[in-house]
């Protein structure tokens, strides 16, 4: 099956959060942690989400600031606390009336690693682990936190002929 078939079967963008919606950094300052989540990314999974894609985060860790980005973006799922991500993502499936090929993982870690596996399509971003490659489908040419998700759902809106109602609306 060619990249094309695979990415015209996906009905859902499952994301981790550090390291793909961010650079993997973290910041703590008094009580709160500070993340940087790219605004192109958001903008391109709110564009995913109007195309009918479910959107979600699969995070192995809980954050405010994750719950926080999820809700201003209106992400479909957010599943925390995810030691065993590939546990997290079969719950995630059966939660979310998804088949596993019906799903992009988009990963930069070996933790990623089995839940990118059982996805239909899985992509590491630039600078994840090289780990990753045997699992996914393609390597971002940006990084994580620095528009790498904004790249994959450019392709996947291209692949399945939904980029153009897409970009519509900005085209007025």
């Not at 550090?18 to 958001?42: N, P």
């Not at 992400?75 to 030691?83: A, G, K, M, Q, R």
């Not at 239909?120 to 045997?134: F, W």
Request: hydrophobic share 45%; glycine share 12%.
């Amino acid at each position: 099956m060619t990249r094309s078939d695979k990415l015209k079967k996906i009905k859902a963008i499952v994301l981790d959060v550090d390291g793909v919606l961010t650079d993997g950094r973290v910041g703590f300052g008094g009580e709160d942690e500070i993340k940087f989540f790219h605004l192109r990314d958001g903008h391109w999974l709110k564009m995913a989400m109007r195309e009918g894609l479910k959107v979600g985060m699969l995070s192995g860790r809980a954050a405010k600031a994750n719950r926080l980005r999820a809700a201003e973006l209106g992400l479909t799922f957010i599943y925390e606390n995810c030691i065993d991500k590939l546990e997290a993502f079969e719950r995630m499936l059966r939660e979310q009336g998804l088949s596993a090929e019906e799903c992009l993982y988009i990963g930069d870690d070996v933790i990623d690693l089995p839940p990118m596996r059982r996805a239909g399509v899985g992509v590491v971003v630039a600078d994840g682990m090289p780990e990753l490659d045997e699992a996914a489908l393609w390597r971002t040419i940006l990084p994580g936190g620095h528009g790498a998700v904004a790249e994959v759902v450019h392709l996947l809106l291209a692949e399945q002929g939904r980029l153009d109602a897409a970009l519509e609306r900005y085209r007025r």
